[in-house]
């Protein structure tokens, strides 16, 4: 699996990952891209607005 934001892979099912549904479409976060952008995820905004 591979985040949504930078690209980087996960070794298995990444318990540790955020995952986000945007226009119906699952998006996987990796820890680093979901700490830098935990305020706008909380707010449920789109990964384009971040």
Do not use: Q
């Amino acid at each position: 699996m591979l985040c949504a934001r930078c690209g980087a892979a996960a070794d298995g099912p990444p318990v540790s990952w955020t995952l986000s549904v945007e226009g119906g479409v699952r998006r996987h976060y990796c820890e680093v891209c979901s700490r830098e952008n935990l305020r706008a995820i909380e707010g449920r905004l789109d990964a384009e607005w971040w």
